[in-house]
């Protein structure tokens, strides 16, 4: 403790507001959280094509490649996840300060751990979009496997099967993927970016 006393942030002279108007929109984290297959990535990423398109800054933080290097030494017990949302949210609020638009999908399946999140990155920049998918639907586009594997005891604390998934109680966004396309979810997505993000 005696040598985090000696740790001091420094600032620099290109501050956030500079590379948000440098970019020409804020910058503000979604925070992708749903059940494995209920298509975060799928969305985080066209949203990212779009928003490129449009010569925005912008960069997704999806789950599995997070836990190949950052997250690598965690396993999924319910405080390795509590600290692999921790280490994702610190990294995110770097990338606001330099005026990047983050699309982060995480399960994330804890009300606790999400509202840790929101604390980290900030209430003015956190929205909390819910991917909203049945467990069976789910199961049923799992082409590797995982939910056939966690069925059987192979995968344990496997969220939807043998550990749990709180749903958000009021998210900024929520897509039903059972209900809306992919194209469909992704248009709103953008319409609340766009409407977020302006300057």
Not at 153 to 181: D, Q, R
């Amino acid at each position: 403790m005696e040598e985090k006393k000696n740790i001091r942030r420094f600032n620099g002279a290109v501050d956030r507001g500079m590379w948000e108007r440098l970019g020409g929109h804020r910058a503000l984290a979604v925070w992708f959280t749903g059940l494995s297959g209920s298509g975060k990535s799928t969305i985080a990423h066209e949203v990212e094509k779009r928003l490129f398109d449009r010569g925005m800054r912008v960069k997704v933080f999806d789950g599995d490649n997070v836990r190949h290097g950052l997250c690598g030494d965690l396993s999924f017990s319910p405080e390795a996840r509590a600290e692999n949302t921790r280490r994702i949210a610190e990294m995110v609020k770097l990338f606001l300060e330099n005026g990047i638009i983050c699309l982060c999908a995480f399960i994330s399946p804890l009300r606790a751990d999400r509202e840790r999140v929101r604390g980290i990155i900030g209430p003015n920049d956190f929205h909390e979009a819910f991917v909203s998918c049945p467990v069976q639907e789910c199961e049923r586009r799992d082409t590797k496997g995982y939910y056939r594997l966690a069925r059987e005891g192979k995968i344990k604390n496997y969220t939807g099967i043998s550990a749990p998934y709180e749903p958000p109680v009021s998210p900024g966004l929520l897509l039903e993927t059972e209900k809306a396309s992919i194209d469909e979810c992704v248009e709103r997505v953008m319409a609340y970016v766009l409407k977020t993000s302006a300057l």
